[in-house]
T-cell receptor
């Protein structure tokens, strides 16, 4: 069964450092998303991406965040200068239409 | 997006049907009801969706009331692996949609 793959599974970084979270969506999917979940809290929408541009972004997705689809297979989330409060599970998802497939997540720990 | 209300937690015995209710009294005509679940800290998993007709797939059944103000997700023969947080989400079906996750229902399947 096709799946969304995220790497790394766990990333530890120092405050102020840049991180790039990587995702390989399902190959024939057209819509891509990033969500995050702070420990013990709800899953929160960050950004959606279609046709090489951002479709929608939440208030969380400020200038410190960016997304890119550098080639035909990868979808990345970059955080330019990490803060302690960026510590969370980050989930990538992709879809053709209705059913969104989520990856297993990257646990980001900012120290 | 319409707000949904779910019980905080439920439990059922292994092998029995699990019936998870959801209220969405302010749902609008173009909004579907989606169900996802999250097992431990894994990525959310799509289960089923519907507009107004009852739906069934290999995982579950979805019963939507005639006035569409509430729905019930039915897992016909719950197993221990169905222990998870179940999310009911009302959202329009369009080509690039975001999912707004609430707190969901924590389902515990007892041996």
């Amino acid at each position: 069964e096709p799946e969304v793959t995220q790497t790394p599974s766990h990333q530890v970084t120092q405050m102020g450092q840049e991180v790039i979270l990587r995702c390989v969506p399902i190959s024939n999917h057209l819509y891509f998303y990033w969500y995050r979940q702070i420990l013990g809290q709800k899953v929160e929408f960050l950004v959606s991406f279609y046709n090489n541009e951002i479709s929608e972004k939440s208030e969380i997705f400020d200038d410190q965040f960016s997304v890119e689809r550098p080639d035909g297979s990868n979808f990345t989330l970059k955080i330019r200068s990490t803060k302690l409060e960026d510590s969370a599970m980050y989930f990538c998802a992709s879809s053709v239409r209705v059913e969104a497939f989520f990856g297993q997540g990257t646990r980001l720990t900012v120290v | 997006d319409a707000k949904t209300t779910q019980p905080t937690s439920m439990d059922c015995a292994e092998g029995r049907a699990a019936n998870l209710p959801c209220n969405h009294s302010t749902i609008s005509g173009n909004e579907y009801v989606y169900w996802y679940r999250q097992i431990h800290s894994q990525g959310p998993q799509y289960i089923i969706h519907g507009l107004k007709n009852n739906e069934t797939n290999e995982m579950a059944s979805l019963i939507i009331t005639e006035d569409r103000k509430s729905s019930t997700l039915i897992l016909p023969h719950a197993t221990l692996r169905d222990t998870a947080v179940y999310y009911c989400i009302a959202a329009p079906w369009d080509s690039s949609y975001k999912l707004i996750f609430g707190s969901g229902t924590r389902l515990l399947v007892r041996p």
